[in-house]
Structure formats: structure tokens, C-alpha cells
């Protein structure tokens, strides 16, 4: 393709996802669908240049303002994730001479706001938390995310997926604190590899297996997913279960639970059963009251936990959507701690990296349910589940992992046993 097809289309794309109505992921596959005729490497360059613009937003602004032309181009050019010399055959002679002045800036010397890139509200209430670790984790969040695995326990061993991987050219690492995952270096074509086709791996951040693992579910018992979504950790549940027992996989979102129909087919499992609910006093909901053994409340929230793989979170969430999320995550554990038997383990979880969402709603849930519910430590839990160096990745009796200190999506979780 010419470079300046290219950079029409990269300023069309970052257009379209600036516009921040829809999830930018889901812009660039639709983008994609419509420019079939795309190659692989095009479209790498589109979408990350996209993303770097969206983690980079109110920088690329501020330098852009200095520029002429369409804002949207000079966004491409100044988030530019393709091979340079192609770009500079696309540049008109004062671009390349703006390009040059941009880059003689010192990017350390501006405002906080335009190093940090975060909304003012999500900025202070990180620094609050975090202080001197702030800016660590604002420069682990401006960092793409790698891409991790989760060995389907039921079909391979790690040290052999690992190994057939090598053979094929893909080097891995195995995961500090999974006994189930492995880090591979660079984006490769996954769909194309035989251990994936096979169902011997699935594509899971880290953290999410630990979410599955503090679950622990066993051979033989009644287990459920309550917002399982697209289904990774359903799969991991289910491999843990050794495919016996009985697992469902609740969601509100047909099309999501669509999406677990092919990844189910390649796991080899047979003990899960998808379900459409309405809302979490659904009737199916009801009819399981008492029964089960082990709940995983993957609960809706804000997500910012995943601003590695989601940058636009950041501009399309507000202190209001997260407040209304708030009622809903405190809803729907209530309903889904109805299903429990007694000694049954109850899991709460977010991607949310806010307090709000977190131990506010898990210290809620214990306080109104004295007696009843009783706080399970998740460091004893991971610990018994075969997670190495568990103490490092707990508050208190929460799970707490941060990017920039674990190298994983930012997750919570909090775990009770029903009296």
C-alpha cells in the first residue's frame, strides 16, 4: 500500500475511535471488516498506532496544537507505530519539519497531565493510593500489554506446550505466579499455532488464571460463573474440574456467551452450560438457590485495571458511571451468594484498579453478612492451589495485582466460605 493510503487510513481510523461512543477495540475490528484487503503488517501499524494515541491522548494534543492540518493526522504522525522510512515518504515538507521541532521537546519537563495522561479525577485518586508508585504504574499503563497463556490442564502439560512452541519458532516463558501460564515474546498469529487449534492453550492474562485458580474448584462439584462474558475463565474452571461436575456460565449478553461456543469446542469440555439471564434474580438464578459449591462473581466494572489493552477506557469512564456501578456489583453479589451451600466458597472479582469498586464492596458484603459469610485469606487460598510467592500478591486478605508490579492486568478479588 502507499504511505499515503496508509496514513489516510490511519487518520480515518483515529477519527472514528476518537470519537469515544463505542469500545475502540471493537472500531478497529469493524474498520478492519471493512478494509478486507489489508495485510497483516498494515494493520498491526493501524492498530497501534491507534492505541498509542488513545494512551498518549493529551500529550499528542498538546504537541499537536503546533501543527497544521487535519488534528487527526497529526495525531497518526506523532503516534506512528509503523517503519518510520515508510512514514517520512508520506510527510509533506513542513511536516517533516514540525516532526523535527516536536521532537527536540523535553516530554519530561511539561505538566504532570501530559506526562501521566489520565483523566484529573483517575490521577488523584491513583496518587492517593499509590503515591511514590504512581508513576510507575502510569508507565506500565502506557505500555502495551504482553500476551500470556493458560495450558489447558485437561489436554497438555505446560513443559510440553512450551516446548512445541519452541519447536515452532516461539519463544516462552513460564509465569512467575501461575502453575498454568506461560509469556510469549511478540504478538504471533495464534489462530495459525497447532497447540492452540488443538485446545492445548488459551490466550489469558495472568491474573485472570489466578482468579480461576482461587475459585479452586474441584472434580465432581456444582460450580458457576456468574458473569462469565466471552468465557476465559469458565475454561479454566472447567479444565480445574477435570470436565466432570456441573458448571454454568451466566451472562446477560447472549452475543458474549456466543463467543464462548468455539473456545468450548476446542477446551475438549462437556460440563458447561452456557445461559442467558435477564438480571441476577433471573428464575434460573432462583432454582439453583443452596446448591452449589463454588461461585465466581467476575462482577461488571469500570475495567480500568485493563488500560494496557483498553487506553480508551480512561476517556469513556466518569466518577458517576462508577458510582452507578457500584449498586450493580453490590446486586449482583448478593443474588450470586444465594447459590451457595453451606461450606460453599463464594469468589468476588474486578479489573477495576478503584477502591470504590473493590475492598469497599467486599468489606460491605462481609459487614452485612455476619455470621453467614466468613472472610477466607487469599494468600492461604492461592497458596493451596499451587500459586508460587501468593504473599506478594495480597492486601490484607485481597487479592491486589498492579500492573507495574506484577506485569499483569490490575485485578481484585475477595473470597468467603459460607458457615
Known amino acids: 500500500m502507499h504511505p499515503n493510503a496508509l496514513l489516510e487510513l490511519s487518520t480515518d481510523l483515529i477519527h472514528k475511535v476518537m470519537q469515544f461512543d463505542t469500545p475502540a477495540d471493537r472500531v478497529v475490528s469493524d474498520f478492519f471488516r471493512f478494509h478486507r484487503a489489508l495485510g497483516p503488517r498494515e494493520r498491526n501499524t493501524l492498530?497501534?498506532?491507534?492505541?498509542?494515541?488513545?494512551?498518549?491522548r493529551l500529550l499528542y494534543q498538546h504537541l499537536a496544537k503546533s501543527g497544521k492540518g487535519e488534528m487527526e493526522r497529526r495525531l497518526a504522525l506523532l503516534g506512528w507505530q509503523g517503519n518510520a522510512a515508510f512514514l517520512r515518504a508520506a510527510l509533506t515538507e513542513p511536516e517533516l519539519h514540525w516532526m523535527e521541532q516536536v521532537a527536540t521537546i523535553d516530554r519530561a519537563s511539561l505538566p504532570d497531565k501530559l506526562r501521566h495522561n489520565l483523566p484529573e479525577w483517575l490521577a488523584e485518586l491513583l496518587q492517593a493510593e499509590l503515591r511514590e508508585e504512581f508513576w510507575p504504574l502510569v508507565n506500565s499503563l502506557n505500555a502495551p500489554a504482553g500476551l500470556d497463556l493458560r495450558v489447558n490442564a485437561l489436554k497438555a502439560k505446560r513443559e510440553e506446550v512450551q516446548a512445541a512452541l519452541k519447536a515452532g519458532g516461539l519463544l516462552s516463558e513460564i509465569t512467575p505466579y501461575s502453575p498454568l501460564g506461560l509469556r510469549l515474546q511478540g504478538k504471533p498469529a495464534l489462530n495459525?499455532?497447532?497447540?492452540?487449534?488443538?485446545?492445548?492453550?488459551?490466550?489469558?492474562d495472568e491474573g485472570s488464571q489466578l482468579l480461576a485458580l482461587l475459585v479452586d474448584a474441584k472434580r465432581g462439584e456444582m460450580v458457576a460463573d456468574f458473569c462469565a462474558g466471552a468465557g476465559g475463565k469458565t475454561l479454566?474452571?472447567?479444565?480445574a474440574m477435570r470436565n466432570t461436575g456441573r458448571l454454568y456460565a451466566f451472562?446477560?449478553?447472549g452475543h458474549r456467551l456466543a463467543a464462548l461456543k468455539p473456545r468450548l469446542a476446542r477446551s475438549g469440555l462437556s460440563n458447561v452450560y452456557p445461559a442467558q439471564i435477564a438480571h441476577e434474580r433471573d428464575d434460573r438464578i432462583k432454582r439453583l438457590s443452596g446448591k452449589l459449591d463454588r461461585v465466581l462473581v467476575d462482577a461488571p466494572c469500570s475495567g480500568l485495571g485493563t488500560l494496557r489493552r483498553n487506553p480508551d477506557l480512561k476517556w469513556r469512564q466518569s466518577p458517576k458511571a462508577i458510582e452507578e456501578m457500584r449498586v450493580k456489583q453490590a446486586a449482583i453479589l448478593t443474588s450470586a451468594a444465594r447459590l451457595l451451600k453451606p461450606g460453599g466458597r463464594l469468589v468476588y472479582a474486578t479489573c477495576s484498579l478503584i477502591n470504590a469498586e473493590n475492598e469497599e464492596i467486599a468489606l460491605g458484603f462481609t459487614e452485612a453478612n455476619?455470621?453467614?459469610?466468613?472472610?477466607?485469606?487469599?494468600?492461604?487460598?492461592?497458596?493451596?492451589?499451587?500459586?508460587?510467592?501468593?504473599?506478594?500478591?495480597?492486601?490484607?486478605?485481597?487479592?491486589?495485582?498492579w500492573p507495574h508490579r506484577h506485569a499483569t492486568d490490575g485485578f481484585f478479588a475477595a473470597a468467603w466460605e459460607k458457615s
Open 236 to 239: 479454566a474452571l472447567g479444565a
Open 251 to 253: 451472562d446477560t449478553s
Open 192 to 204: 495459525k499455532l497447532d497447540s492452540f487449534t488443538r485446545g492445548d492453550v488459551e490466550v489469558q
Open 47 to 56: 492498530a497501534e498506532t491507534t492505541y498509542t494515541v488513545l494512551r498518549q
Open 370 to 401: 455476619k455470621g453467614v459469610f466468613k472472610v477466607l485469606p487469599v494468600a492461604e487460598a492461592l497458596s493451596k492451589a499451587h500459586v508460587d510467592q501468593a504473599e506478594s500478591l495480597v492486601r490484607g486478605d485481597f487479592l491486589r495485582l
